[in-house]
C-alpha cells in the first residue's frame, strides 16, 4: 500500500513538472479605526524559521462568479445536481472555523458574493467579520469584484471593476481589508497589462497559477517560477510587478485534499485504530513538499489547500489541517517549519531575503495545457456575449459621466448595479464565454436590466442639463435602442418625427455618422443647435440583417447623416422627419467599385473584395475562411477537441468558401457602401466616407450551418502584400502594443505540435503588420475580443464565429453550440481597416488612437420626442485636452466627491511629439464646476497615493526597482487657481476632487 501510495504521488509530481492541470475547474458604512492600533496585514504573518523549509499553507476557495451555475445559484447553492456549491455556506463556515482558533488563517477572493453575504448577516457576525479582518485571520486577496479573465477584457472595464471591489471593502472595514496581493489562480493565460495596473494599484506582487506546460517545464528546471515581471516599457520600474508561478496551480498536494467534496485520506492520529495513518501521511506530505522546495530558490514554499468552492464545511478541511502542521512539526529532527499563511505572509517571507531575481517582460499568451490544447478558442467564443459586454461598458461610462456633471441625486443605486454587472462580466467564465449556455443568458439577464435602468439616468441627466424646466424635465425621456446591432429601433421606426440625441463620452470632440432604421425611404434631418441640414442618405437595410432570426423589425431602410463636431464628454440634438412625397428609393449603382480620394474597392473573381490604395503601392484581399473543429474522445492529447476553451482546427489549413453570392453597391453624399454576400450565412458590407481615412467593415456570420454534423470556426483574413517578415503586434488589454513574431516563444524554445492555434493570440483592440523596408502599416481594430493572427507574411486573420458539436473536456460540459429563436446564433460586428505608408508616425498613430477609442466608447445615439424649444447644445468640458490625453474616468464618487483619472494615451517611443509627457491644468477644465481641493490616489483609488509604499524588489541585474510614490510623481495642488497635471507615456493618473457646483 506504501509502495503504490508512493507511486502515486511521484506520478502526480511529475505530472505537476511538467504539465499545468488543464481543468477550468477548476449596510450601514463604518469607520474604521486607525491601522496602527491593528495585527493585519503583515504584522499579522506567523513567524517563519530561517534555518528550515518554511511551509505556507493557504487555505483558501475559488468560487468563480458563475460557470456552470448562475451567480445565484452558486450563492444559494441551488442546483447541486449540476455542481454542489453554495457560497453563503463556505463563508458561514469559514467564519466559524476562523473563530474557534486564532492560529488559522483563510483568504478570500471575489467581492461579488462576499458583498451578497455580508449585506445578509446580523452586527454580531458583521463584528466577528471585521475583528478577523483587522487581526489578519481572514485576509482580502486580490479584492476585485470577481477574478477577471485577462485575454477578453478591456482595461477601462478592469480598471472599474478593481475600483468598485476596493470602494465596497475599503468603505465598510477600512484599511485591514485593502488588498496587496493579485491572485490571478484560474484565469487561462495572463497579460502583461494586468501586471502593470496590480502595480499602479500599489500591489506588492501577484501569484497566478496557469502557465504553458513547456515554459512550466522550463522553469521548474531554471529554479524561475518566481521571477520580476517588467509590465511595461513605458511605466519602466513603476510597473514592474514580482510574479509567483504556482507549483500546482491552486489545487492541495495530491493526497492532501480534506474537503467534503474530496475522497483523500483523512490524517487518523488514534495509534489504537487500525487505520492510524499519521507517520506514513507525514511522510508522503514532506515528500511531496521537498520535491516542490527544489524547484524553487528559497526555504519557503506555498501550498494552496483549497479548490473550486471548497469550504462549505471548514472544520473538515481545518481539522486535518490543524493535525498535518502538528504532527508534521513535532516529527523529530524535522526540517521543516509548516504554518497557516497567506499570499502576501509568503511574499513578506521572500522579500525579507533580500534577493535578486529574474525578469520577463513578455506575456503569457498563448497557454496551452499540453501539446494538443491551446486555450485560444474562447478569445472568441460567445462573440455576441464579447460584444454586449463592450457595449456595457461604454453606456456604463456615459452614465457615471452624466450623474458627476449634472450632480444628479437618488440615482446611487441603479448606478452600483450597474458597476457590479459590468465587474461580474468581467470574470474569467463570463466574457471569455466559458460558460454554459444557462449562465450566459443569466450574464446577459444581468446586463440588460442594468443598461435598462440606465436610461432612466441619462434622460434625467440630459432633462437638467438642458435647461428645462421641472415639469419638462420630468417628462423628457430618451430610449437607448439597445437593438442597432440589428438594425432595429422602435422608437424610430414607429415615429414619423422624432428626435436624435448623440451624447460623446470621450474627452475629445468627434463627428460620427448617424444611422438610425425607418420604414420610409424620404426623410429630413435638421440641427437643433444651429438649424442646419446635413446632407441626408438613405440605405436600404441588408438583406441578410433583415433576415436575422428574432428581429422584429420592419424597417427596410436606414437614415444616415454625419453630425457636425459633437462636443467633448456633451450632446448634439437633429430633429429627424418623414417628407410627406416620397423619394424614389435609390436603386444599386452600376459601377463595379466604391472608391474615394484614398480608395478603391471591388469583387474580384474569386469573389473576395479587392482593395488598392490610390497613391500608395499597397493593396489588401478581404476574405472568409472557416475551419474545421477537431472532434475525438478527449481521453488523449491527441484525441482533443475544438471547443468552448480550445481552438483545435482538424485540418493544416482553413478551408475557403465556394462563392455562391453576389454584390450590390449604394452610393450618395453621405457614404459608399458594397453590400458583399458570400453565401446563405456568411455577408458584409464595407463603407467609406468621405471625410474617413479607414475603411468600416460590417461582418455578418450565422446561422452556421451544423446539419453535416461539423463543427465550423470561422475567420476573416486581410491579405496584403506586406513584408512583415514572420512578425506582426497585438494589444494587451487595450493598450500597450506587444511584439508576436509566428512559431516563437521569447523565453523558450518552442516545440508547437499545433501550428494554427499555437499562433492565435487575444484582439482587445487591434492587431497590425509593420513593413519597416517600405514603411508601410496595417491596422485592423476590432469592436469586441477576438482571436488573432498572421500565418503568412502580410497577412492579418481574425477568428469571428465559432460553432462546434463536442465539449472540450475542460469542464463546461457542453458543446460550444450556441442558438437563438431556433436557430444557429447569427453575429453581427465591426472591423475597421487602416494602413498605408508611415510619412508623419505622429499623424498616423494618433488616427489609430482615435479609431480605437470611437470602437471602445462610440458616440452613443439616443431617441426622443421632438420638442424644439427645450434642448440645447452641452458639453461637460470647457476647453480641449491635448489630443494625447484622455479622461478614462469621470463619476460620482463619495460624500460629493467625483473621481478622475487621466491617462496618457501614447507609448514611450510610439510617435515623436505625442509619446512627450504633456502637462494639463484642470482647474477649470470642466463646465459644471471647479475643483476646491485634490487628493491623488492609487489607481484602484483606495489609497492615497503618498501613503502607498510597496515593497522593493531586486532584479538579477542589480537594477534595484523604484517606489511608485511621489518620488517620481509630481505632487498635484492647487496654486494661484492653476491645477497642473504632469503625464508621462502610457501613465494613469487618479484623482478625488471636492467640487464646487456650477448652475446649470
Same mark, same amino acid.
Given at each position: ?756 492555434? *499555437? ?6 483592440? $487591434?492587431?497590425? !503588420? &509593420?513593413? +519597416?523596408?517600405?514603411? =508601410? #502599416? %496595417? ?55 487602416? *494602413? ?6 505622429? $499623424?498616423?498613430? !494618433? &488616427?489609430? +488612437?482615435?479609431?480605437? =477609442? #470611437? %470602437? ?145
Amino acid at each position: 500500500m506504501l509502495r503504490y501510495e508512493f507511486l502515486l504521488l511521484l506520478l502526480s509530481l511529475a505530472f505537476a513538472q511538467f504539465f499545468t492541470p488543464g481543468d477550468a475547474a477548476r449596510i450601514p458604512r463604518t469607520t474604521p479605526d486607525a491601522t496602527a492600533s491593528k495585527k493585519c496585514g503583515y504584522e499579522a504573518c506567523h513567524p517563519v524559521d530561517p534555518k528550515k523549509l518554511n511551509i505556507h499553507m493557504v487555505p483558501h476557495t475559488h468560487d468563480d462568479v458563475g460557470w456552470l451555475k448562475t451567480v445565484d445559484q452558486y450563492y444559494f447553492g441551488s442546483r447541486s445536481v449540476i455542481q454542489k456549491a453554495g457560497v453563503q455556506y463556505i463563508i458561514d463556515s469559514v467564519i466559524k472555523a476562523l473563530l474557534a482558533d486564532p492560529s488559522r488563517r483563510f483568504i478570500y477572493v471575489e467581492t461579488a458574493f462576499f458583498w451578497k453575504w455580508w449585506l445578509r448577516q446580523d452586527e454580531k457576525v458583521r463584528a466577528d467579520v471585521k475583528m478577523l479582518i483587522d487581526e489578519g485571520r481572514l485576509e482580502i486577496i486580490g479584492g476585485a469584484w470577481s477574478m477577471n479573465d485577462e485575454a477578453c477584457t478591456h482595461y477601462h472595464s478592469l480598471v472599474d471593476q478593481f475600483t468598485w471591489g476596493f470602494r465596497r471593502l475599503n468603505d465598510t472595514f477600512g484599511s485591514c481589508a485593502r488588498p496587496r496581493i493579485g491572485w490571478q489562480i484560474d484565469p487561462f493565460g495572463h497579460s502583461r497589462e494586468q501586471a502593470s495596473l496590480f502595480a499602479q494599484m500599489g500591489f506588492d506582487g501577484m501569484l497566478f497559477g496557469r502557465i504553458d506546460y513547456q515554459d512550466k517545464s522550463k522553469r521548474l528546471k531554471d529554479q524561475t517560477m518566481e521571477f520580476i515581471w517588467k509590465s511595461s516599457p513605458s511605466l519602466g520600474k513603476r510597473a514592474n510587478l514580482f510574479t509567483t508561478a504556482m507549483y500546482n496551480t491552486y489545487s492541495p498536494p495530491p493526497g492532501f485534499c480534506f474537503d467534503v467534496l474530496c475522497a483523500d485520506e483523512p490524517m487518523v492520529d488514534d495509534p489504537d485504530s487500525p487505520d492510524y495513518n499519521i507517520d506514513r501521511r507525514v511522510e508522503l506530505f514532506l515528500t511531496y513538499a521537498k520535491g516542490q522546495a527544489r524547484a524553487y530558490r528559497t526555504n519557503h514554499i506555498i501550498l494552496t489547500m483549497g479548490d473550486d468552492f471548497h469550504y462549505q464545511h471548514s472544520e473538515m478541511v481545518f481539522g486535518n489541517l490543524d493535525k498535518l502542521i502538528r504532527y508534521t512539526n513535532k516529527r523529530n529532527g524535522s526540517a521543516v517549519n509548516v504554518i497557516y499563511s497567506t499570499p502576501s505572509c509568503y511574499l513578506k517571507a521572500l522579500n525579507d531575503l533580500k534577493l535578486q531575481w529574474p525578469a520577463k517582460s513578455d506575456d503569457f499568451f498563448p497557454y496551452a495545457s499540453d501539446p494538443h490544447s491551446y486555450w485560444t478558442g474562447y478569445f472568441s467564443s460567445r462573440p455576441t456575449v464579447k460584444y454586449f459586454e463592450r457595449e456595457g461598458n461604454n453606456l456604463l461610462q456615459a452614465s457615471k459621466q452624466l450623474v458627476a456633471m449634472t450632480n444628479l441625486k437618488n440615482y446611487d443605486k441603479p448606478l452600483e448595479h450597474f458597476r457590479e454587472a459590468m465587474g461580474v462580466m468581467q470574470h474569467h467564465d463570463a466574457v471569455t464565454g466559458t460558460e454554459k449556455q444557462l449562465v450566459a443568458d443569466d450574464y446577459s439577464r444581468i446586463l440588460y436590466e442594468s443598461m435598462e435602468h440606465a436610461e432612466e439616468i441619462i434622460s434625467k441627466a440630459i432633462g437638467k442639463w438642458s435647461g428645462m424646466t421641472n415639469s419638462t424635465a420630468a417628462s423628457f425621456k430618451v430610449f437607448t435602442c439597445l437593438e442597432l446591432n440589428i438594425s432595429s429601433c422602435a422608437f424610430s421606426e414607429k415615429n414619423d418625427m422624432f428626435m436624435v440625441v448623440v451624447y460623446n463620452p470621450l474627452s475629445r470632440p468627434v463627428s460620427t455618422h448617424i444611422r438610425v432604421p425607418i420604414q420610409g425611404n424620404s426623410y429630413t434631418v435638421r440641427s437643433l443647435i444651429d438649424g442646419v441640414y446635413p446632407d441626408v442618405q438613405i440605405v436600404p437595410v441588408p438583406e441578410a440583417v433583415q433576415k436575422v432570426p428574432g428581429r422584429k423589425s420592419n424597417a427596410k431602410n436606414e437614415v444616415v447623416f454625419r453630425t457636425s463636431v459633437i462636443p467633448s464628454l456633451g450632446t448634439l440634438a437633429y430633429a429627424v422627419a418623414k417628407k410627406t412625397e416620397e423619394d424614389v428609393v435609390e436603386q444599386p449603382e452600376p459601377p463595379n467599385f466604391i472608391s474615394n480620394e484614398l480608395y478603391n474597392i471591388s469583387v474580384n473573381i474569386n469573389g473576395d473584395l479587392a482593395i488598392n490604395w490610390n497613391k500608395q503601392n499597397m493593396n489588401v484581399v478581404q476574405s472568409f475562411h472557416y475551419y474545421i473543429g477537431a472532434e475525438g474522445n478527449n481521453e488523449v492529447f491527441v484525441n482533443r477537441s475544438s471547443g468552448a476553451y480550445i481552438f483545435r482546427p482538424k485540418e493544416t489549413s482553413a478551408r475557403n468558401f465556394a462563392y455562391a453570392g453576389s454584390y450590390k453597391i449604394y452610393k450618395g453624399p453621405v457614404v459608399e457602401e458594397l453590400h458583399h454576400t458570400i453565401n446563405e450565412w456568411v455577408s458584409q458590407v464595407v463603407r467609406i466616407y468621405p471625410e474617413e481615412e479607414h475603411i468600416e467593415f460590417d461582418w455578418l456570420v450565422g446561422p452556421i450551418p451544423v446539419k453535416d454534423k461539423i463543427g465550423k470556426e470561422i475567420v476573416t483574413r486581410y491579405s496584403s502584400n506586406l513584408e512583415s517578415d514572420k512578425t506582426f503586434y497585438t494589444d494587451s488589454n487595450g493598450r500597450e502594443m506587444l511584439k508576436r513574431v509566428r512559431d516563437y516563444r521569447p523565453t523558450w524554445d518552442l516545440k508547437l505540435e499545433e501550428p494554427i492555434s *499555437g499562433n492565435y493570440y487575444p484582439v482587445t483592440s $487591434k492587431i497590425a !503588420l &509593420k513593413d +519597416k523596408k517600405n514603411q =508601410l #502599416k %496595417l491596422n485592423v481594430l476590432v469592436d469586441r475580443s477576438q482571436g488573432g493572427t498572421s500565418m503568412q507574411d502580410g497577412v492579418i486573420e481574425l477568428m469571428v464565429h465559432r460553432r462546434l458539436l463536442k465539449d472540450d473536456a475542460f469542464g463546461v460540459g457542453e458543446a460550444l453550440n450556441e442558438t437563438a429563436f431556433g436557430e444557429g446564433l447569427v453575429v453581427r460586428g465591426t472591423h475597421y481597416l487602416f *494602413g498605408g505608408k508611415v510619412k508623419d508616425v505622429d $499623424k498616423f498613430v !494618433l &488616427k489609430e +488612437k482615435e479609431l480605437a =477609442l #470611437k %470602437l471602445a466608447l462610440h458616440p452613443w445615439v439616443l431617441g426622443a420626442s421632438v420638442n424644439l424649444s427645450n434642448i440645447k447644445n452641452i458639453s461637460g468640458l470647457s476647453y480641449s485636452l491635448p489630443p494625447n490625453v484622455h479622461i478614462l474616468t469621470l463619476e460620482p464618487w463619495k460624500d460629493d466627491t467625483i473621481l478622475l483619472r487621466l491617462e496618457h494615451l501614447f507609448e514611450v517611443g510610439e510617435a515623436q511629439e505625442m509619446s512627450q509627457p504633456v502637462e494639463v491644468n484642470i482647474q477649470n477644465l470642466f463646465s459644471t464646476f471647479s475643483i476646491e481641493s485634490i487628493k491623488e490616489t492609487t489607481l484602484g483609488a483606495n489609497q492615497l497615493l503618498s501613503e502607498n509604499k510597496p515593497m522593493k524588489w531586486e532584479l538579477e541585474t542589480n537594477d534595484v526597482m523604484q517606489d511608485a510614490g511621489e518620488s517620481e510623481r509630481q505632487i498635484v495642488e492647487i496654486k494661484d487657481n492653476v491645477i497642473n497635471v504632469l503625464l508621462k507615456p502610457m501613465e494613469i493618473r487618479t484623482f478625488i476632487l471636492k467640487v464646487k457646483r456650477r448652475t446649470l
